[in-house]
C-alpha cells in the first residue's frame, strides 16, 4: 500500500493520473482531494499575488496622474518608495515560487512583469498589470485604441511610443507573434533598458532562470 509520502511524491511530480490506476478505492479519493485542495490552494495564491500587484500598479498610476501637483523631489522620492515595494513584493514572490514548478508556469509572466516595472523597462502600469496577467487580447486592445487616439491628437506621439513598445514587448514575452512592421518598430524605437531585459529575459523558461532575473532586479534595485 502506498504510504501518504509517496502519494504526495507522485502529485508533485504530476504522476497521480498513471499511478491513481494501482491504489485502492480509498486511495484514489485521497489523491483526488489532495490535488484539488493544492489547485484551490494555488489558485487562492494567485489571486492573493495579483491583488498586491494591483495595488502596486495603482500606486504608480496615480502618481503619474498626479505629476503636476508634485516637486521633482517628492515625485522621485514617492516613485522611489513604491519601487522600493516592488522589490519587496519580487522577493516575497521569488520565495513562494522557489521549488514550486506549478507556480512558476501560474507566476511567471508576473514575475517578468514585475522585473521589467522594477528595472524601468516599462513605465506604463496598465500594461504592467495586462503583462503580469498574461491577457495579450487586452494588450491588443489598448494597442488599438492608442492607434486611434495618436491619429486624432489625443494622445501624444512619445507617449504613443513608448507605450506601443512596452506592449509588443509583453506580447512577445507571451509568445505572441508580432507583424514585420511591429517588430521593425521595436528595433527602431526600444529604449538602452528595453533592450537589456529584452536580452537578458531572452529564451526564460525555466524556474532558476527566472528566479535569478527576480534576484537581479532586487539587487539592483537597492544597491
Given at each position: 500500500m502506498?504510504?501518504?509520502?509517496?502519494?504526495?511524491?507522485?502529485?508533485?511530480?504530476?504522476?497521480?493520473?498513471v499511478?491513481?490506476?494501482?491504489?485502492?478505492?480509498?486511495?484514489?479519493?485521497?489523491?483526488?482531494?489532495?490535488?484539488?485542495?493544492?489547485?484551490?490552494?494555488?489558485?487562492?495564491?494567485?489571486?492573493n499575488?495579483?491583488?498586491?500587484?494591483d495595488?502596486?500598479?495603482?500606486?504608480?498610476q496615480?502618481?503619474?496622474?498626479?505629476?503636476?501637483?508634485?516637486?521633482?523631489?517628492?515625485?522621485?522620492?514617492?516613485?522611489?518608495?513604491?519601487?522600493?515595494?516592488?522589490?519587496?513584493?519580487?522577493?516575497?514572490?521569488?520565495?513562494?515560487?522557489?521549488?514550486?514548478?506549478?507556480?512558476?508556469?501560474?507566476?511567471?509572466?508576473?514575475?517578468?512583469?514585475?522585473?521589467?516595472a522594477?528595472?524601468?523597462a516599462f513605465?506604463?502600469?496598465?500594461v504592467?498589470?495586462?503583462?503580469?496577467?498574461?491577457?495579450?487580447?487586452q494588450?491588443?486592445?489598448?494597442?488599438?485604441?492608442?492607434?486611434?487616439?495618436?491619429?486624432?491628437?489625443?494622445l501624444?506621439r512619445?507617449?504613443?511610443?513608448?507605450?506601443?513598445?512596452?506592449?509588443?514587448?509583453?506580447?512577445?514575452?507571451?509568445?505572441?507573434?508580432?507583424?514585420?512592421?511591429?517588430?521593425?518598430?521595436?528595433?527602431?524605437?526600444?529604449?538602452?533598458t528595453l533592450?537589456?531585459?529584452?536580452?537578458v529575459?531572452?529564451?526564460?523558461?525555466?524556474?532558476?532562470?527566472?528566479?535569478?532575473?527576480?534576484?537581479?532586479?532586487?539587487?539592483?534595485?537597492?544597491?
Open positions: 502506498a504510504t501518504l509520502a509517496q502519494l504526495c511524491n507522485f502529485l508533485n511530480f504530476g504522476l497521480v493520473f499511478y491513481i490506476r494501482r491504489l485502492l478505492p480509498w486511495e484514489s479519493e485521497l489523491v483526488f482531494r489532495m490535488a484539488s485542495r493544492g489547485k484551490s490552494e494555488t489558485g487562492k495564491l494567485k489571486q499575488m495579483e491583488e498586491q500587484l495595488r502596486l500598479m495603482q500606486q504608480l496615480d502618481l503619474e496622474e498626479c505629476r503636476e501637483e508634485l516637486d521633482d523631489e517628492e515625485y522621485e522620492e514617492t516613485k522611489k518608495e513604491t519601487l522600493e515595494q516592488l522589490s519587496e513584493f519580487n522577493e516575497s514572490l521569488k520565495k513562494v515560487m522557489s521549488g514550486n514548478m506549478t507556480l512558476v508556469d501560474e507566476l511567471g509572466g508576473m514575475q517578468l512583469a514585475i522585473q521589467a522594477i528595472s524601468q513605465k506604463t502600469p496598465e504592467i498589470r495586462l503583462f503580469a496577467k498574461k491577457q495579450p487580447g494588450l491588443r486592445t489598448r494597442l488599438a485604441e492608442m492607434d486611434r487616439d495618436v491619429m486624432v491628437g489625443k501624444p512619445d507617449q504613443y511610443t513608448q507605450q506601443k513598445v512596452e506592449i509588443l514587448t509583453a506580447l512577445r514575452k507571451l509568445g505572441e507573434k508580432l507583424t514585420a512592421e511591429d517588430e521593425a518598430f521595436l528595433a527602431a524605437n526600444a529604449s538602452t533592450s537589456q531585459f529584452e536580452k529575459t531572452a529564451n526564460l523558461g525555466s524556474e532558476d532562470k527566472i528566479l535569478a532575473l527576480a534576484s537581479s532586479g532586487v539587487e539592483k534595485t537597492q544597491a
